[in-house]
């Protein structure tokens, strides 16, 4: 976890950089927690992404933002998928311990989905004081990732 102080610049966007960066944040994280829209929220920061041509700064949390989304999804989507297959399998099988487990698994959930709303605003609070916040694992997916995709998202400094 590397945070890293850059000056303060303006995205193409027409706005500060650091807005943008509070945008792509808020927005990833309000699509992730409405039901139907939730899976497709990674959506946003990758919009983003492709629209700033002049903040690199602005594109790294716009990534970051993504692969956080993105990851989320695929855990949201895991977790849906074998809890209805347990619900199916246990409702004949044992219908109280199935139950127990699915409890489990949407516990375990929950409890992911609040690590990962915790990262996010993290980073949404560091990129507004214009600091360069790596999450773990997920900052340097989205910086090898941005430089396959667009040619780079380092700082400007």
Same mark, same amino acid.
């Given at each position: !976890?590397?945070? &890293? ?12 950089? $650091?807005?943008?960066?509070? *945008? =792509?944040?808020? %927005?990833? /994280?309000?699509?992730?927690?409405? +039901? ?20 690199? @700064?602005?594109? @790294? ?13 695929? *855990? ?8 209805? !297959? #347990?619900?199916?399998? #246990?409702? @004949? =099988? $044992? +219908? ?11 516990? *375990?959930? *929950? /409890? ?6 915790? @990262?996010?605003?993290?980073? !949404?609070? $560091? ?10 694992? %997920?900052?340097? #997916? ?5 430089? &396959?995709? &667009? ?7």
């Amino acid at each position: !976890m590397s945070v &890293k102080t850059v000056e303060a610049h303006k995205s193409s966007l027409g706005m500060d950089a $650091n807005v943008a960066i509070l *945008l =792509v944040y808020l %927005v990833g /994280i309000v699509l992730s927690w409405i +039901p139907g829209i939730r899976y497709f929220g990674w959506l946003a920061p990758l919009v983003f992404f492709y629209i700033e041509n002049e903040s690199a @700064f602005v594109r @790294f949390h716009a990534i970051q933002a993504f692969v956080l989304c993105a990851i989320a999804t695929v *855990l949201g989507l895991t977790v849906a998928i074998i809890s209805s !297959m #347990m619900l199916t399998t #246990m409702a @004949f =099988v $044992n +219908p109280i311990g199935g139950l127990g487990v699915i409890g489990f698994v949407g516990t *375990l959930s *929950l /409890i992911i989905s609040f690590v990962i709303l915790i @990262f996010a605003i993290m980073a !949404m609070v $560091n990129g507004y004081r214009y600091k360069e916040y790596k999450i773990p694992f %997920v900052g340097d #997916m989205g910086e090898k990732l941005a430089f &396959k995709l &667009k040619g780079g998202a380092g700082t400007d400094s």
